[in-house]
């Protein structure tokens, strides 16, 4: 097949994605050993699109969800890709969007009966004092949208209103949107890997430790940029079929195509919770979570699951 794995300029982007240059270029040596005809393909504006869609490639990687325009606008690449009969990976625009917000992905999934950490949207001022707040200290505060750990610190966790009023006006400042504010879980977190194979599901689960910090341990930026976070597998008979559940229906509660990560953490009485989708999951060969975990968990190699993820993604008679 000849397909183009198609990417934006992405330092400035703090959404799900493959990741850097790097992370596609593996994914493209990867179709390459498979026996495709593949290019990464960096674009900045729909003409960029278009050229790709008039070259007419078999299939389109899309190793982000959109183009952000100079006009503040956004390009989404399922949306367009469809729009002009290319096949891609992953997901539909509606369902991307689910990755893009914590709050839809946090509502339909308890619309379907899973449990989610109890929230409530804020802004400064909204909530001018702690009578205000309906959820009991304490708290976890982080963006609505941002992915990889952005906004996500030490600070992120509140015992008191002050430190929320500072959270919430240092997340605001940042991100210029509204903040979500989520009942605190002090228990495990995971992080698990799905992926669609000819109608079932091939679901890699896989325990994220952060280091501990002042008695807590949170998966931030700094943690994922320095990668001094441990992964490791389930062995706890009791844990791992809970993990497993609440991926299989969060991920089909969402509606998610292709493939797709879903974070989970337990509260203080071993509950598991969905936290949020990742729907265009890192690819970084030797530390994306995404291959990492179907590597430790079901013994794929990172050609496999290259190969698994654009499976799905075109018509069987091609």
Not at 144 to 153: E, H, L, Q, V
Not at 191 to 209: F, H, K, M, R, Y
Request: proline share 6%; aromatic share 8%.
């Amino acid at each position: 097949m000849q397909i183009e794995i198609v990417t934006t300029p992405n330092d400035t982007l703090k959404e799900t994605g493959f990741g850097p240059p790097q992370a596609c270029e593996s994914v493209m040596q990867s179709l390459l050993d498979s026996g495709h005809n593949a290019v990464v393909t960096v674009c900045k504006n729909e003409p960029d699109l278009a050229a790709v869609v008039k070259r007419k490639p078999d299939l389109v990687v899309a190793a982000v969800k959109y183009i952000p325009l100079d006009d503040g606008e956004q390009l989404w690449l399922s949306e367009y890709f469809e729009n002009h009969g290319i096949h891609y990976t992953g997901s539909s625009k509606n369902v991307l969007s689910y990755d893009s917000s914590k709050v839809a992905a946090k509502k339909q999934v308890a619309s379907r009966g899973i449990d989610t950490a109890d929230f409530f949207i804020t802004s400064p001022d909204w909530h001018k004092s702690e009578q205000d707040i309906p959820l009991p200290f304490p708290l976890f505060i982080k963006p609505t949208s941002a992915a990889n750990g952005n906004g996500i610190d030490t600070d992120s966790l509140v015992y008191d209103f002050s430190h929320f009023q500072k959270k919430v006006a240092s997340l605001y400042n940042e991100y210029a949107q509204s903040v979500l504010v989520e009942e605190y879980l002090d228990g495990k977190e995971f992080t698990v890997a799905v992926i669609e194979d000819n109608g079932s599901l091939i679901v890699a689960p896989v325990e994220i430790i952060p280091p501990e910090e002042g008695g807590v341990r949170i998966l931030g930026a700094k943690v994922k940029n320095d990668n001094t976070e441990v992964l490791k597998k389930i062995n706890e008979p009791s844990i791992l079929p809970k993990v497993i559940d609440i991926a299989e229906r969060s991920f089909r509660a969402l509606g998610v195509k292709d493939f797709g990560r879903i974070d989970i953490k337990m509260d203080h009485y071993g509950q598991c919770h969905f936290l949020e989708a990742n729907l265009v999951p890192g690819m970084k060969k030797d530390s994306s979570y995404f291959p990492r975990s179907c590597e430790m968990h079901a013994g794929l190699d990172y050609d496999e699951v290259v190969r698994l993820i654009i499976t799905g993604a075109v018509e069987p008679t091609i």
